[in-house]
């Protein structure tokens, strides 16, 4: 692939920018020193702020790339030299290959060399709490599952004696006399994303790390947390083995430290909070306390987890770093001398463990690195990005750089960022000829009587802690055509996967089952593994006996153990009824709409341009560019936006649509049909892709500390107006207010994450036009990027005084004879203050744009609580819409920067061309169908069809398989019952039905069945498992594709074998991803409302509830207020009838 792209660093970064390279069509080659990739990620044992199981989200993607034809792996290697090629066209790179002493070729993963070694070493991947063998995988999901021996410790190569492997490897994979060798290989482009270090905290000896017991890592306790950890997911003293009452976490060890690392690392706030709360959820007696100094709650739904935190798990926030750490002896407990901001007096606080958060720095080898490729590193030796134009650019063209190793930075922003740099590598390399994948109809082991397997997921302790999988386990192998089943750790490990598809071979398996977590993010590769096996992808069902089960019943397990029986026995049911599927390739129209003209959107605007498509900007403004700031750049906005916007208006690739709206979105990804509505004149659009890139607004705090009162109270933005028209002078006292709006406890519940960079940065501007200005700037937490650190010290040097306010006691701006004066309450100082001022300034949050409901609207796809857009997954998918083809970026998403908006915009580009390269992509298999033997031709299926896709021709309804959407509204519809809902027909939704009710609960308890629609309602129950929100397990779900798709028949049939409650879940109305499926729900739950109470059932037992992807929560509620509501009607009173004899029938 000497015109392909070298990507260095196999963490989460490395891997997201290989994927999107590969799968638009150029040749990568992913690079990793360590046996196996994953990264850091791979270590952690859940992610923020969903709390999602990091390895379980993170495998797929591991095995993604282990699988994909364009990308050549290359690990346990690194690069030994890099020379310029063609005038720095391309790049000749030598990489050394260290010798693992195994056939990578013959080694099947089976552990067996491991078991046989008599050495035990410190585990690197454990953090050196647990032990390894001198042959060993990293971890159990490690890619590729090839063992490696580590020769330092291996007896052979030590005393010249053992030998065991070789002895007992069944695959005669050991080589002891493999050696190092080099690689050359020729590459168009470079990628950056090897990752980062943790400074070692013993170098500050006041903690006591390495010289105290039961001080450890924030690193080293997320692998005691984790399932496959050392203590399998207790959480224990290492000293004694005895579980700790009390843990203390002590943020900025080294961070924010002038003589160790200046800057904030970014996420040790989030991941200290996070790991807080798992603690609870481990054990909800221990007494968690974290030492902080500035909350850093800048990203999405960050400030929320926090509140939940405190509100929710009680975990304690202290204001103030300790200051010393030492021992008790005759306690055996860690004593901590600290500050208490808040109470204004010294403490000391006695506790069993210390989790202490080490700075994040930048790899040990970066800086060889950096010389061998003649890049550019900051002051804090981070690979430099040079502009804030593409903020993936390095000093050598064709060079890029992405996550961690850029600057501290989130997973979330890492992956976005690998994407924007993915975009970047692809304008050097070319396409590699290769064929599409596509599923062709497989036949093999899809005919004859059902024969099916089940394998059961513990995933780590997130099912198997709560939920008896064994159990489970045995009891699908009982059920009538199980003939295999089979219990895994983790279900999505490479190793696994290939035990499913051996078994499948073996067994002759036709059908296959996996219970587990979420359809939603894994179906994808357990139906490519079947696929894979020979055996059609949609002969596969999935059982969710995680979020819906033991996420949200976790001190339930009896209950929860018999739930994830009785949904294993739905899923046997429908997969005995399973049939195989096809997809069709479609062609995709080469062009991309962007709705939005600021910053985010131009630039997404001109990356696909240049690539060649062409792009449509559709902005509701006259006005192309917006409002920005870059803090603490000596270059103006108007450096970057005014060449910005004179390249997309002259380029003759872009399109551009001022004071224009979106009326009407129609199809599907590769082919959008888009109505927009310029000066009243409609015009419809077709595109391939979508990227919603509408910019967020500035808060008007009208009322708010006197605005709109007193003219001298204005907002940031008017500040900023003033300082560019040196109008300052005059003023010789100005307080600024952080946090205005933001942060509260209801409604703008967010930090808006560049505020306090805005405020300091004007701050310093004042001073440079007024030297002898007094600035007071007034705040709750600083949160700044890692350059701000910096700038807020100049600030404190220039004279700018910092007052520090609690959320309950905010400044207050009052009127007085001589102008204004503000109160406030110093919480450092511990004094109330009233200060003269000529200006109080508000600095305001980002709020969303009135135009993102009507967006959402059109488009079907989601907004979160606060009215930003919902993106597919916060951490892996922090670009995409659930929906295929439509795509997010700047602050329509969150709050940012503007650095951050480049490269979402960059990234959400990168996205939205892999179809468009790509030129074709698969059409939906999940269609209607029409049984013509029983088709009346009444056309009713052509009335309800929002997509055109039935025709009654020759007096029989015919379906478009490429226009249908596979919704299932016309199917209920048909009076006739004609139409066949493939993968949801009317006998698989029934005999799920009837399984669900094959036994009751004890007592007189009840049982509801919940029919969820796959776009929100379901995508709600998910958000209500990752967060942990409990409700009653009485609750079994049946995922539909739209709640249209539900049958008066399928609700009747419920009731008349005895449920006790049916709820039906959907798309809020006017955001139905069918268009108005939601809509003939409801006109149906009427009818059978009327039907229920004619037939003497309460009709309140049958419950109608819209909730969208984000309402979480919300629905955890609805859940537990149904079941309340059904015990105090109690059971169904035609339950005394439903006996085995009718649910036989």
């Known amino acids: 692939m000497p015109n392909g792209v070298l990507v260095i660093g196999g963490g989460i970064a490395g891997i ?73 066209k391309s790049f000749k790179v030598k990489i050394k290959r260290k010798p693992r002493y195994v056939n990578e070729e013959k080694c099947t993963g089976c552990l067996t060399c491991t078991e046989k070694c008599p050495v035990k070493v410190p585990s690197e991947f454990e953090e050196k709490l647990g032990q390894r063998k001198a042959i060993y995988i990293p971890f159990p999901q490690a890619v590729p599952a090839v063992a490696v021996i580590d020769r330092t410790h291996c007896l052979y190569f030590q005393k010249g004696v053992c030998k065991l492997c070789e002895k007992f490897c069944p695959a005669k994979a050991i080589d002891f006399d493999q ?35 039961n001080v450890m890592t924030s690193l080293e306790f997320e692998r005691l947390l984790n399932a496959a950890g050392p203590t399998g997911g207790k959480i224990v003293r290492l000293s004694d083995k005895t579980a700790p009452e009390k843990i203390a976490f002590v943020q900025c060890v080294g961070s924010r430290n002038v003589d160790v690392k200046p800057y904030c690392s970014q996420i040790c706030c989030m991941y200290a909070t996070k790991e807080a709360i798992v603690s609870k959820e481990h054990n909800p007696k221990i007494d968690v306390t974290i030492f902080y100094n500035d909350l850093q709650v800048g990203g999405k739904a960050h400030q929320e987890l926090v509140r939940r935190a405190t509100e929710e798990f009680q975990i304690k926030y202290v204001k103030g770093l300790p200051s010393r750490i030492d021992y008790d002896f005759e306690t055996n407990k860690l004593v901590i001398r600290h500050a208490d901001i808040v109470k204004d007096k010294p403490r000391t606080e006695s506790v ?74 692809a304008l050097h390399a070319e396409l590699i000829k290769s064929e599409p994948r596509r599923i062709a109809p497989v036949q093999k082991y899809a005919g004859g009587e059902p024969r099916i397997g089940v394998f059961v997921c513990n995933c780590g302790i997130n099912i198997g802690a709560v939920v008896d999988v064994p159990k489970v386990v045995e009891f699908a192998r009982n059920l009538d055509a199980v003939v295999y089943s089979e219990e895994f750790l983790f279900a999505c490990s490479k190793d696994a996967i290939e035990k499913i598809k051996e078994a499948i071979k073996e067994h002759n398996l036709n059908r296959v089952i996996v219970a587990s977590c979420t359809p939603r993010t894994h179906e994808p590769l357990f139906r490519a593994t079947c696929e894979e096996a020979g055996l059609n992808p949609y002969l596969f069902e999935m059982v969710n006996i995680r979020e819906h089960d033991s996420w949200v019943h976790p001190h339930q397990p009896k209950e929860a153990t018999r739930k994830a029986m009785e949904l294993v026995q739905m899923a046997v049911a429908k997969a005995k009824l399973l049939n195989p599927l096809e997809q069709f390739e479609i062609d995709v129209c080469k062009s991309v709409l962007v709705i939005g003209g600021g910053v985010a959107g131009l630039i997404a605007a001109k990356e696909v341009a240049e690539k060649g498509f062409k792009a449509y900007v559709v902005h509701s403004k006259e006005k192309l560019g ?24 002259e380029h003759s690739n872009i399109e551009v649509f001022r004071s224009t709206y979106i009326k009407d979105v129609k199809g599907a990804l590769g082919n959008f049909d888009v109505t927009i509505l310029q000066n009243e004149t409609p015009k419809t659009l077709r595109v391939g892709a979508i990227i919603v890139a509408e910019e967020a607004e500035t808060l008007q705090p009208q009322g708010l500390f006197g605005y709109g009162r007193y003219d001298n109270v204005i907002t940031l933005h008017e ?71 910096h700038f807020y010290r100049k600030a404190r040097e220039q004279g700018i005084t910092f007052i520090r306010y609690l959320e309950e006691k905010p400044p207050r701006v009052i009127s007085v004879k001589k102008g204004l004066e503000i109160e406030a309450e110093d919480l450092i100082a511990g004094v109330k203050l009233s200060i003269p001022i000529d200006k109080a300034v508000l600095v305001t949050p980002l709020v969303p744009s009135e135009n993102n409901r009507a967006l959402s609207s059109s488009l079907k796809v989601p907004l979160n609580t606060q009215g930003f857009f919902l993106e597919a997954h916060p951490k892996l998918r922090p670009l995409d819409f659930a929906t295929d083809g439509i795509f997010i970026c700047g602050t329509c998403h969150s709050p940012q920067s503007v650095v951050e908006s480049v ?83 009317n006998d698989q939704i029934s005999s799920m039905i009837k399984a669900s009710l094959q036994t009751w609960p004890e007592g007189d308890k009840i049982k509801a069945l ?39 028949t399928h609700v009747l049939q419920a009731f008349l074998l005895g449920v006790d409650g049916v709820l039906i879940g959907g798309c809020h109305p006017g955001d139905c991803h069918y268009i108005s499926g939601n809509l003939k729900a409801e006109k149906r739950v009427r009818q059978m409302k009327r039907w229920l109470r004619e037939a003497g059932i309460e009709p309140e037992r049958l419950r109608l509830e819209w909730a969208s992807a984000g309402e979480g929560q919300h629905l955890a509620a609805v859940l537990k207020e149904f079941t309340e509501q059904l015990e105090k009607l109690g059971p169904n009173p035609l339950k005394k009838l439903a006996g085995k004899e009718l649910l036989q029938k």
């Open 16 to 88: 997201t920018t290989a994927l999107d390279l590969a799968e638009k069509g150029y040749g990568v080659y992913l690079l990793e020193k360590t046996p196996s990739i994953g990264g850091r990620m791979a270590q952690l044992d859940k992610t923020f702020p969903t709390l999602d199981c990091s390895i379980c989200i993170l495998a797929p993607k591991m095995v993604e790339i282990s699988r994909h034809p364009n990308i050549q792996l290359y690990t346990y290697s690194e690069v030994s030299h890099v020379q310029p090629k063609d005038d720095g």
């Open 903 to 985: 490269y979402q915009a960059l990234g959400a580009a990168s996205r939205a061309l892999i179809p468009l390269t790509k030129g074709k992509v698969l059409s939906e298999a999940i269609t209607a169908e029409v049984n013509e033997d029983r088709c009346i031709a009444c056309a009713n299926c052509e009335k309800v069809c929002e997509y055109n896709a039935i025709n009654v021709e020759k007096s029989v309804a015919k379906v478009n398989p490429f226009l249908c959407k596979g919704c299932g509204v016309c199917a209920v519809e048909c009076p006739a019952m004609a139409i066949i809902m493939n993968h949801y027909t």
């Open 1010 to 1048: 919940a029919f969820f629609c796959n776009w929100c309602s379901y995508a709600a129950a998910d958000m209500a498992g990752v967060s942990r929100f409990e409700y009653p397990p009485a609750v079994r779900i049946i995922r539909v594709m739209c709640s249209g798709r539900v049958d008066e």
């Open 626 to 649: 917006g409002k920005y700031t870059i803090p603490f750049e000596d270059v103006a906005i108007d450096a970057l936006l005014n060449p910005l916007i004179k390249s997309v208006e």
């Open 179 to 213: 050696e190092e060798y080099e690689e050359t290989l020729e590459v168009a482009s470079i990628i950056l994303a090897t990752g980062f270090d943790l400074i070692d905290p013993a170098i500050l000896s006041q903690y006591g790390y390495g010289q105290l017991p």
């Open 719 to 789: 500040l900023q107006q003033l300082i560019q028209q040196n109008k300052l002078v005059n003023e010789k006292v100005i307080a600024l207010i952080l946090c205005a709006g933001a942060r509260e406890k209801s409604g703008r519940t967010y930090c808006s994450r560049v505020c306090c960079s805005e405020a300091i940065d004007s701050a310093l501007k004042i001073k440079e036009q007024s030297p002898e200005a007094e600035i007071f700037v007034f705040y709750r937490d600083m949160v700044l990027p890692i350059e701000g650190a």
């Open 352 to 425: 069993d463990l210390v989790v202490l958060c080490p700075s994040v720095v930048p790899r040990k080898d970066s800086s060889k690195l950096a010389r061998m490729l003649g890049i550019s590193m900051t002051e804090f030796g981070f690979f430099k990005s040079v502009h804030s134009s593409s903020a993936v650019d390095t000093n050598v063209p064709g060079i890029y750089v992405c996550g961690v190793c850029e600057g501290p930075k989130d997973i979330s922003h890492s992956v976005a960022q690998a994407s924007a740099a993915a975009t970047r590598a």
